[in-house]
């Protein structure tokens, strides 16, 4: 005796957990998608957007600390 579960007629138990041909994954249907900012501001008119941060430069002493490692580093690999 067999049991019949909904749904597996002709195609036994691999019919229930195969994906089925009509489910197709789904295109965003939006030509242009929106972003962080554009979407805060679609909820808040006054949203601000956020704005590129340029690096700092680095200071005297970062560059003498980086010149001297640089400096190590040429003696720990140069042939003797």
Known sequence: MTISLPGSSK????????????QKSASPTAKRQLG??????????????????????LSDTEINASEQLSNLRGALYSDK
């Open 36 to 57: 962080g900012n554009d979407i805060a501001k679609l909820f808040d008119k006054k949203a601000r957007t956020a704005k590129a941060v340029k690096p700092a430069k």
């Open 11 to 22: 195609k036994g138990l691999t019919g229930l957990f195969k994906r089925k041909a009509d």
